[in-house]
């Protein structure tokens, strides 16, 4: 008897860079929708799993800006591993209100931070372990990194809007996205 062949299933990641992960949380918001949603999709390295290795996927859905070296870092990464890109809110697509600190100076920022706040420690110093990821000068959108394939503005995007997004993607369809989904806020 031949096996009945299952439908292949798109391979998704997802990852939070300066981001505050409210966009992954309008993805839960998807509710029981997500029950067919994960007969269709499995998810790969994201903040869902405890996968450490990325790829090679289908999508990559990414939160947040880039803000710091480590960023830029994954988000090559993504791209390099992931078919599709979006760039899901607005701090993926222009820097979302993190990128606000960009009309200020970083190193003034950091000791006005780890330094000059009152309430500090008297032996408080600026954080310097090599660990640390050095942040960038100023906060960026993915688009000037990589190539992005597709833009889900909103802070967050709703769930509809994302549940739009990966049943369109899961269909091998282009995703439009509905205007009366799209919002900025
Ligand atoms: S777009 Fe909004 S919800 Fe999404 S990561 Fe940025 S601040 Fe959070």
Redesign the pocket.
Known sequence: MTPIEEPRRLRVATV?L?????????LLDIDERLFPLAERMVFDRSPFTDIKALGPCDVGLV???LCNSENVQVLRLFRARCKVLVA??????NG???AQRNALDIGQILVEVYRNRPGLAADSSMPSDPELPLPLAQVHALHEVVHVDHYLP????SADAIYALLSALIEGRTPHADPAEIRFD
């Open positions: 939070s300066a981001g505050c992960f409210g966009c992954h949380m309008s939160e947040g800006g899901v809110g607005a701090c993926a697509i979302g209100l993190p909103g802070c967050p995007p």
